[in-house]
């Protein structure tokens, strides 16, 4: 069973609008979030990070909004770009994890100009 | 500072052959995991070494081993083959805290 859902295979969006990634998990035990962007034949490339204690965080164009009573996050883009273009993955880590990180199966994101 | 190298990018293997993949961590990282990535299944954790010692492992069968030395550096092993290891095999590293930073990836064609 999935831990980690991206109910959305794909978005597509117009350039300079907002893009918003969402991301569901079930295990109330992870306690940190990440997202990654990534394009084909590439690994991973760490965007921006939230711990549970927090419910917003911030870093340039991201900012991810984490609500845990409906262990929801989402990763808003704003304003999109055409370089912004890949799939973003959603990750999720536990206390005691110890390295291993849940991830979603990806959003593809195309930012048209 | 240099980011997580993999290498080779790209195999060719044959079915019941079996093959080493090489992981070197950013320096000053101790932590190294494994992620395979397929268009079925998505990443999936493979197992996580730190100091020489494998303190995770994933739900892979015990045809994947791993080890790592004592400079933090990192091989990934699959022995007897199968079409199904077709993958790109992925390898991050981190330091005390949670982010890990991902390798460019090998892909390893199985025939």
């Known amino acids: 069973d999935q831990q980690v859902k991206q109910n959305s295979p794909s978005l597509s969006v117009q350039e300079g609008r907002i893009s918003i990634l969402n991301c569901d998990y079930t295990?109330?035990?992870?306690?940190?979030f990440l997202w990654y962007k990534k394009y084909p034949a590439e690994g991973p490339t760490f965007l921006i990070s939230?711990?549970?204690?927090?419910d917003k965080n911030e870093d340039g164009r991201f900012t991810v909004f984490l609500n845990k009573s409906a262990k929801h996050l989402s990763l808003h883009i704003v304003p999109s770009q055409p370089g912004d273009s890949a799939v973003y993955f959603c990750?999720?880590?536990?206390?005691?994890?110890?390295?291993?990180?849940?991830f979603g199966k990806g959003t593809k994101l195309s930012v048209k100009p | 500072k240099a980011g997580v190298t993999q290498t080779p990018r790209y195999l060719i293997k044959t079915r019941g052959q079996q093959v080493t993949l090489s992981c070197s961590p950013i320096?000053?990282?101790?932590?190294v995991s494994w992620y395979q990535q397929t268009p079925g299944q998505g990443l999936q954790f493979l197992f996580e070494?730190?100091?020489?010692?494998?303190?995770n492992k994933g739900n892979f069968p015990g045809r994947f081993s791993g080890r790592q030395f004592s400079n933090s550096r990192s091989e990934m092993n699959v022995s007897t083959l199968e079409l199904g290891d077709s993958a790109l095999y992925l390898c991050?590293?981190?330091?005390?805290?949670?982010?890990?930073?991902f390798g460019p990836g090998t892909r390893l064609l199985v025939l």
């Open positions: 991050a590293s981190k330091r005390a805290e949670e982010t890990q930073y």
């Open positions: 295990n109330s035990m992870f306690d940190y």
């Open positions: 070494y730190f100091s020489e010692t494998q303190r």
């Open positions: 990750a999720a880590s536990g206390w005691g994890s110890q390295g291993n990180l849940i």
């Open positions: 320096s000053g990282h101790r932590s």
């Open positions: 939230i711990s549970s204690i927090k």
